[in-house]
């Protein structure tokens, strides 16, 4: 369908008040008419969204429910210059903001829970492959920072950040919320389901709080494995739950805990066979043939505790978090190793079968002490220092398998790699702020870092011709700053430009012939203008962007007879734009609209890799773009309907660097998404349909070693849902 007739469906959808999504991209409610603004604390401060220098957009927690989204995949393209790459299960994900991404590597944006980091700083760790994918309940908000973030959130914040918001217990008020829905997937066989609940308990009127929180949702498949016989392969369970703690325990000290624990379990990836040069399904409009089962377990501990103390002259901030994480990834290998079998024992069959599994255990512990000053008419002022201690157990093997799923006994494991890890990071931090009028002030920051890392690499199994075991060190300083000027011509227009830099931490090699002993940080800085403001009485909101990024020293893989590394090679650069409008041209109804345009390129040939000067980088389309309406009507004093429609498009993307022979030209995708609520009372129930048209588009590249076929992860075909929720 062509993209002028699906918009001139969202249009008429808008019109009829047929069922709709809300908008999501910086939107405010109507109460925001009267005066009230979205807070945010990107700058490590509470401010008005318009106020901070920076492009940053915010999705509400309310938002993300109404629009049935169970994943991060389901509503990045309403954030402009956001893109995520579904893996082919939640949890499996990779984060690109502005068109930084190599495709591999370390993370290159950076995930916060409230005010500590999650995930890891390593390379060791794939990174850039397992993300947070938290279930949109009991989430105040999402902030995504746009541009890079190492003078307040330090390493691998290069292309920006997603910091998640909770809901924080609430010492004034009784609350119970419970809820639950199913929804139906085209090609699946069965219905999908879930359930949730939370309960906000004031302990002391105004002191103390405590608030529970809990879900459970079973994600029916939609992929058929014709190999096996099984329907709905990439079946899911999310479930998880989170308990907090509010205590003011004086009038200058507030103290705030938290515990959260969620599992993902999914039986299968969502990825289908197609036709290399065509991109057309082989054996299956949702199919793959696979001889072997390919799970996918990701499990996630986490503990905080964080306290503010007000000592007159600063607010004195201590932020302390641990957490425990592990990834499990199954996936078959068999027709790449399969066929080498015979070569290590004659007697091997050259159909076998070899399923790679990648095991992931990472202990992480952080520290943030900062002090920042009163909000002040001249000078503004704020210090601290951080600290990490990752520990990373990474185990990789590969079977070795007859037809039959027996074990070769000759070669079973084909491959084993034990690489425990550690790394140490300590920083200090400032910026401060001079004020020369009201109108007009600028900012100015500095981080420095020194990072350690401990290696130890065993190997053993046909493949590497035995055993073998590696133990290195490396350590690293490195220094990002930023820079801002910020004219506020009135209380409602913020004009802006910033100058930040930021890194992502180097590591050592593995000694093999050709190959460097360690790998350096590579980092970038972000030149960027910007504009935020409102029109006729806020009416239209609007904030606009553009950007030019500057990337040197880029870590890139390289493959040398003796195995793989890294190496440091090659220098690349994003320029685009980013532009949200909003529109309230009646009470109750809402216009949103977003687009981007990210042109990211190499600067210079990477030999290593077979990549050319001007090779556009991969993972992220040229051009996104998100339009979206919203409407809702009393029906009574405590009866609300609402109503909406939104387009999502996302350009074409490769699935690597432009020059390489295996990457592949990903189509645009145009989505339409909608809902219906009815609100009467306590009680909510909603309707949503997630791709109405039932788009066939994809997302990502998933296995390079498929042969003569290619796969890619699907967007989500067509899933309507019903969910009801009461709170009381």
């Known amino acids: 369908m062509s993209d002028g007739k699906t918009l001139g469906i969202l249009f008429m959808a808008a019109a009829a008040a047929l069922p709709a999504q809300p908008a999501i991209a910086q939107a405010l409610t109507d109460d925001a008419v009267s005066g009230d603004e979205i807070v945010v604390t990107a700058q490590k401060r509470e401010e008005r969204l318009r106020d901070v220098p920076a492009s940053i957009s915010v999705l509400s927690g309310d938002m993300l429910e109404a629009s049935g989204s169970r994943s991060l995949a389901d509503f990045a393209t309403h954030i402009p210059g956001l893109a995520v790459n579904s893996g082919g299960t939640p949890g499996k994900t990779s984060i690109v903001l502005r068109g930084i991404s190599t495709g591999s590597g370390g993370a290159l944006v950076g995930t916060y829970l409230d005010d500590t980091p999650l995930g890891t700083s390593s390379g060791f760790a794939r990174g850039s492959s397992f993300q947070l994918d938290l279930m949109p309940y009991d989430i105040d908000r999402l902030e995504v920072l746009r541009g890079p973030q190492g003078t307040l959130y330090g390493a691998?914040?290069?292309?920006?950040?997603?910091?998640?918001?909770?809901?924080?217990?609430?010492?004034?008020?009784?609350e119970v919320r419970a809820g639950g829905g199913i929804e139906s997937i085209a090609n699946s066989g069965r219905l999908g389901w879930g359930a949730r609940g939370m309960l906000n308990v004031p302990v002391i009127a105004d002191t103390l709080a405590v608030r529970v929180s809990g879900f459970y949702q079973d994600n029916a498949g939609w992929i058929d494995n014709p190999a096996l016989g099984i329907r709905n392969e990439n079946s899911s369970v999310q479930k998880g739950g989170r308990a907090a703690v509010f205590w003011q325990a004086t009038d200058r000290l507030t103290i705030k805990a938290s515990a959260m624990l969620q599992d993902i379990e999914s039986d299968g990836n969502a990825a289908i066979q197609l036709d290399a040069v065509t991109l057309r399904p082989t054996i299956g409009k949702y199919s793959r043939a696979h001889a072997l089962a390919e799970p996918y377990n990701q499990k996630l501990r986490y503990y905080a505790v964080s306290a503010d103390w007000d000592v007159d002259f600063a607010t004195v901030t201590s932020a302390?978090?641990?957490?425990?994480?592990r990834n499990v990834s199954v996936v078959d290998e068999s027709a790449l190793y399969g066929p080498l079998f015979p070569d290590f024992d004659p007697a091997a069959p050259a159909d076998g079968l070899s399923a790679f599994t990648l095991d992931v255990k990472l202990n992480k512990f952080t520290q943030e002490l900062r002090i920042a000053s009163p909000k002040s008419d001249r000078f503004e002022w704020l210090v601290g220092g951080f600290y990490t201690d990752e520990d990373v157990l990474n185990r990789q093997a590969l079977s070795a398998q007859n037809p039959d799923r027996t074990p070769i006994v000759s070669l079973d494991p084909f491959a084993t790699v034990y690489w425990p890890t550690s790394y140490r990071e300590y920083a200090a931090f400032g910026n401060a702020t001079y004020k020369f009028s009201s109108a007009f002030d600028i900012t100015g920051g500095i981080?420095?870092?020194?990072?350690?890392?401990?290696?130890v690499q065993d190997i053993d199994g046909p493949v590497f011709g035995g055993f073998s075991r590696t133990a290195l060190k490396s350590s690293d300083d490195v220094t990002t700053w930023s820079a801002s000027a910020r004219f506020r011509p009135n209380e409602t227009s913020t004009l802006y430009a910033r100058i930040a830099s930021g890194y992502r931490p180097g590591g050592p090699n593995a000694p093999l012939i050709g190959a460097p002993d360690s790998y350096a940080s590579d980092r970038l800085t972000n030149y960027e203008a910007g504009y935020k403001g409102s029109l006729l009485g806020g009416i239209v909101d609007f904030d606009l962007s553009a950007f030019y990024i500057a990337w040197s020293d880029i870590q890139v893989p390289i493959t040398l007879p003796t195995g793989s590394s890294t190496a440091n090679g090659g220098k690349a650069s994003s320029r685009g734009f980013e532009a949200t409008v909003q529109v309230r041209p009646a009470r109750g109804l809402r216009i949103s609209a977003n687009t981007s345009y990210t042109d990211a390129r190499l600067d210079s040939d990477v030999p290593a890799l077979g990549a050319r000067d001007g090779d556009r980088l991969p993972d992220a389309a040229r051009w996104t773009a998100a339009l979206s309406s919203e409407y809702s009507v009393p029906l009574g004093d405590d009866t609300e309907l609402s109503a909406g429609a939104s387009y999502r498009y996302r350009g074409g993307s490769l699935t690597g660097l432009e020059s390489i022979a295996s990457t592949v030209r990903i189509?645009?995708?145009?989505?339409?998404?909608?809902?219906?609520g009815l609100t009467a009372g306590p009680i909510t129930g909603r309707i949503f349909v997630r791709n109405l048209l039932?788009?066939?588009?994809?997302?990502?590249?998933?296995?390079?070693?498929?042969?003569?076929s290619t796969l890619l992860v699907p967007v989500q075909p067509r899933t309507v849902g019903l969910s009801l929720d009461a709170r009381f």
């Open 694 to 708: 039932n788009e066939r588009a994809y997302t990502t590249f998933f296995d390079p070693d498929a042969g003569s």
């Open 320 to 325: 302390t978090s641990w957490s425990r994480s």
């Open 447 to 455: 981080r420095f870092s020194h990072n350690s890392q401990d290696y």
């Open 667 to 676: 189509p645009s995708q145009s989505i339409v998404d909608a809902h219906l």
């Open 156 to 174: 691998s914040t290069m292309g920006g950040l997603l910091k998640y918001v909770l809901s924080a217990a609430d010492p004034g008020d009784l």
